[in-house]
T-cell receptor
């Protein structure tokens, strides 16, 4: 949606493996966010970043890690420490406190 | 931290009936945003409210921000099947989302 791209759309992971979800935006937004959504549930904040090289934990950061080396990119790694990683992951970007633009999401399944 | 609660969690209406979802915050909000997520899709921004008591309309949708800036509502007049989806409110500061209201419109 409007210049924010998530890949892949579907991802399968074996138990015990780390996987990295990609999120890229060309909107020149300072803020980027990762959310997890479980079926029929709301959006829970995993991590957010308001500036390059800085990020903060959200409500459910355990078992996840992020980096923000470039303004355009905010990859999320789901580590083996995340006990129940199967979910729909959404990345968003915005100007700080502005409206958010979401990517199409990545559906992660542990097999 | 800041919490945003939404009610109801689910709402089923007949096409043509009205629908309202409510959003309540434990703290005063600087502003509030509303999003719509279609089934299988991603959230899409609808509107942002900033001023105390503000009311904004988008066709059949009416958005209100409470006088104390702790609550907000979204009202849809004469629902259509295209209104199906989940409606979320969000505190814009950290994009803390409410739990959402899932609307089903029966034809």
């Amino acid at each position: 949606d409007g210049g924010i791209t998530q890949s892949p759309k579907y991802l399968f992971r074996k138990e015990g493996q780390n996987v990295t979800l990609s999120c890229e935006q060309n909107l020149n937004h300072d803020a980027m966010y990762w959310y997890r959504q479980d079926p029929g549930q709301g959006l829970r904040l995993i991590y957010y970043s308001q500036i390059v090289n800085d990020f903060q934990k959200g409500d459910i950061a355990e078992g996840y890690s992020v980096s923000r080396e470039k303004k355009e990119s905010f990859p999320l790694t789901v580590t083996s420490a995340q006990k129940n990683p199967t979910a729909f992951y959404l990345c968003a970007s915005s100007i700080v406190s502005g409206k958010a633009f979401f990517g199409q999401g990545t559906r992660l399944t542990v097999v | 931290g800041q919490q945003v609660m939404q009610i109801p969690q689910y709402q089923h209406v007949q096409e043509g009936e009205d629908f309202t979802t409510y959003c309540n915050s434990s703290t005063t909000l600087s502003n509030i945003q509303w999003y719509k997520q279609r089934p299988g899709g991603h959230p899409v921004f609808l509107i942002q409210l900033v001023k105390s008591g503000e009311v904004k309309k988008q066709k059949r949708l009416t958005f209100q921000f409470g006088e104390a800036k702790k609550n907000s509502s979204l009202h849809i007049t004469a629902t259509q099947t295209t209104d199906v989806g989940t409606y979320f409110c969000s505190s814009a500061r950290q994009l803390t989302f409410g739990s959402g209201t899932q609307l089903t419109v029966l034809p």
